[in-house]
């Protein structure tokens, strides 16, 4: 069975535009939930997916957005990027309730 | 607030010895508690998991040990090796699919 899969795994941008990132979940999947990991906050969670509604959410400003198809395929959308959003962007997928989370490789984030 | 505190930040074990992390947290409301392994580059990896009903539970040289009243739990790795060195973080789960991540322990395995 194929993994998490996240595109694209690295990403440049400048201060002050948005940016997409894409997470496929492992097949059969339901739910998704994106983290932000940097070296002084560690990992945070940001928000999660299941049958295409947001379940929970993080403590994050409005900047950081996301959606989830009705394949549970999702997407995180970051709008009027900062330089302290520079950022591994994780996703991870379980079954159903969370229990067992399973994580892609990430997405490197570089804002300049 | 930092609802989870893991220790050591780092660790240095020759080969063939016991690895020991630990995870202290304050919320009861956490029913599930995972480890994950990461190595740089990659993202986290599910390495063991238990639930607050069973006290330990060991997978070949991983165990985790639970203290229910004491709110701790810890990661064993026995007969610890090079290809272990990596960093380990402590999680537990609130409210479906959130987890809170402890701040990571770096480990070191010399031969």
């Known amino acids: 069975k194929a993994g998490v899969t996240q595109t694209p795994r690295y990403l440049i941008k400048t201060r002050g535009q948005q940016v997409t990132l894409s997470c496929s979940p492992i097949?059969?999947?339901?739910?998704v939930s994106w983290y932000q990991q940097t070296p002084g906050q560690g990992l945070q969670f940001l928000f999660e997916?299941?049958?295409?509604?947001?379940?929970n959410k993080g403590n994050f400003p409005g900047r950081f957005s996301g959606r989830q198809f009705s394949n549970s395929r999702s997407e995180m959308n970051v709008s009027t990027l900062e330089l302290g959003d520079s950022a591994l962007y994780l996703c991870?997928?379980?079954?159903?309730?969370?229990?067992?989370?399973?994580f892609g490789p990430g997405t490197r984030l570089t804002v300049t | 607030q930092q609802q989870v505190k893991q220790s050591p930040q780092s660790l240095i074990v020759q080969k063939g010895g016991i690895s020991i992390i630990n995870c202290a947290y304050e919320?009861?409301?956490?029913?599930?508690f995972p480890w994950y392994q990461q190595f740089p580059g990659k993202g986290p990896a599910l390495l063991i998991a238990?639930?607050?009903?069973?006290s330990e539970k060991k997978e070949g040289r991983f165990t985790i040990s639970f203290n229910k009243s004491a709110k701790q739990f810890s990661l064993h790795i026995m007969d610890s090796q090079p290809g272990d060195s990596a960093t380990y973080f402590c999680?537990?789960?609130?409210?479906?699919?959130?987890?809170?991540f402890g701040t990571g322990t770096r480990l070191q395995v010399f031969p």
């Open positions: 991870a997928s379980s079954y159903r309730d969370g229990y067992e989370q399973y």
């Open positions: 999680a537990l789960r609130l409210n479906t699919d959130k987890l809170i």
């Open positions: 238990i639930r607050p009903d069973v």
């Open positions: 097949s059969g999947h339901r739910s």
């Open positions: 997916y299941f049958s295409e509604t947001q379940r």
């Open positions: 919320n009861t409301a956490f029913d599930y």
